[in-house]
């Protein structure tokens, strides 16, 4: 079958065809898949290369920066700046945007990334992954910061890198949710995934429980009814998985279905845990291209006006139905009419109850 496969040149072109500024576009997921390939062949040298362990740097949100956050990072820069695409970046690792060097011509796009996105993993072989996000500038001046701040919404691609033990792509220029899978003899991404579809309806869900005292009450509500199972208000059994990889846990939720989320709480994650702008937008739109949600809990992931390059947010996506009853748990808390969660191992034939016990 190694005649009749679709690569991502020969996808880009078809899908980019008809859009006006269709060949830069596609020009563009050309350096970005270059970058890709490279970044996985870094990160599948592990430990080999002295690429494990941590620097004494730290990047602009505080956290401590790793050998491979700095390299994949001027990976990125460096397939990106060159070739008249792109006219600024924005990284997690870096605190100002990135300009474009003088001896090289200035394309149209802002291209933000998250270079090595659950790098805490790296040190014991776990899937990380690179996300990306792209917004139109336009050709002309320099972009100033402001520029950049634009909402989720005006993406006009975004996708994902996920190296596992296969290094797959996953990307929307707003026509669907695709995946490709490199070809690692060939050097080539292949169309593996086609039209992804996100189930509407899902019975996992995927977040950092050991938060859980400090969510706000309808994020608790949420996860006690999941976790009541068959005897609890949902009637059936779910189950829980966390990566604490992003891209990882998203990849399997496109995939499988469910819901993932890092919501906001009352200790150090009082806004989400999340980037808004290289991490929530880019995985929000390929939801939503996939025919999921993206929230915040409060309202849509992509309508949120940027404040900061760097500001976090707090997120749910996934399986549509899922995400609609937290968003509803919101309302109903805001609104004062929520019914707090009260566990069945606590209802009248519990086995706890002290006339259960007498
Ligand atoms: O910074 C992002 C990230 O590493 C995500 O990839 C992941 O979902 C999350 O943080 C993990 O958070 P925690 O360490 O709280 O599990």
Redesign the pocket.
């Known amino acids: 079958m190694l005649t009749r496969r679709t690569t991502l040149s020969k996808f880009l072109i078809e899908q980019l065809k008809n859009s006006p500024d269709g060949q830069a576009l596609a020009a563009l997921f050309i350096d970005i898949a270059a970058a890709i390939k490279a970044i996985s062949a870094v990160a599948a040298k592990g430990a080999l290369e002295g690429n494990t362990g941590s620097l004494s740097t730290t990047n602009v949100q505080g956290e401590v920066q790793k050998p491979l956050d700095v390299l994949t990072n001027d990976i990125m820069l460096h397939h990106c700046d060159w070739g008249g695409l792109v006219a600024g970046m924005a990284s997690e690792e870096m605190e100002q945007p990135y300009d474009i060097p003088a001896e090289y011509v200035r394309g149209r796009y802002l291209l933000l990334f998250d270079p090595l996105?659950?790098s805490?993993n790296i040190d014991f072989n776990v899937a990380v992954g690179t996300i990306f996000s792209v917004l139109d500038h336009g050709q002309g001046a320099a972009p100033t910061a402001a520029d950049y701040l634009q909402p989720g919404k005006r993406q006009v691609a975004a996708g994902y890198a996920i190296y596992g033990p296969a290094t797959v792509m996953v990307l929307t220029v707003g026509q669907g949710t695709h995946g490709f899978t490199l070809d690692r003899e060939i050097g080539n991404f292949i169309l593996t995934h086609p039209n992804l579809r996100v189930p509407e309806d899902t019975d996992q869900f995927a977040i950092?429980a050991s938060n859980e005292r400090f969510w706000e009450p309808p994020m608790q509500r949420y996860v006690q009814e999941c976790k009541a199972g068959k005897t609890g208000p949902r009637g059936r059994d779910f189950n829980m998985r966390?990566i604490?990889?992003?891209?990882a846990?998203v990849h399997r939720i496109l995939m499988r279905g469910g819901v993932f989320s890092?919501p906001r709480d009352n200790q150090s994650n009082k806004n989400g845990?999340?980037r808004l702008m290289y991490?929530a937008n880019p995985m929000a739109l390929l939801i939503e291209q996939a025919g999921g949600l993206a929230s915040t809990g409060r309202g849509r992931l992509l309508d949120e006006q940027p404040q900061s390059l760097h500001q976090r947010v707090p997120v749910v996506l996934g399986s549509r139905r899922e995400v609609e009853r937290i968003e509803q748990y919101h309302r109903e808390f805001d609104a004062g009419t929520d019914k707090p969660f009260v566990s069945p191992l606590f209802n009248e034939r519990s086995l706890f109850r002290p006339e259960a016990r007498a």
């Open positions: 996105d659950g805490s950092n966390w604490a990889s992003m891209v846990d890092y845990r999340l991490e």
